[in-house]
């Protein structure tokens, strides 16, 4: 996914304070690793969020399952030429 578990609980958070709230996007993708290193009790069902009680934003960090997991920096395509002109990509 695109975002961690931990940035989907602040938008939740957030998301249910908000007076004028509309739709929050979620990719749904949660793969095995993200399981392993991000313990949570949040819940998406039928497209309905749930909020977990648990303190804070509800989201344990384990630092040792993320050490097993090294940081690989990825980029999205470039969408502008040198010139600034818009490529299509």
């Known amino acids: 996914p695109d975002l961690s578990p931990i940035c ?3 938008h939740m958070h957030l998301d249910s304070w908000a007076p004028n709230f ?3 996007e979620y990719s749904g993708a949660v793969n095995e690793q993200t399981a392993k ?3 949570h009790a949040h819940e998406v069902n039928d497209g309905t ?3 977990s009680d648990a303190p804070g934003l509800g989201v344990d ?3 040792e399952a993320a050490a097993e997991y090294p ?3 990825s980029y999205l395509p470039v969408s502008r030429l ?8």
């Open 8 to 10: 989907f609980a602040a």
């Open 82 to 89: 040198e010139d600034g002109t818009m490529w299509h990509w």
């Open 49 to 51: 969020a749930f909020v």
């Open 22 to 24: 509309g739709i929050q």
């Open 37 to 39: 290193i991000f313990k």
């Open 61 to 63: 960090f384990d630092e």
């Open 71 to 73: 940081y690989k920096r």
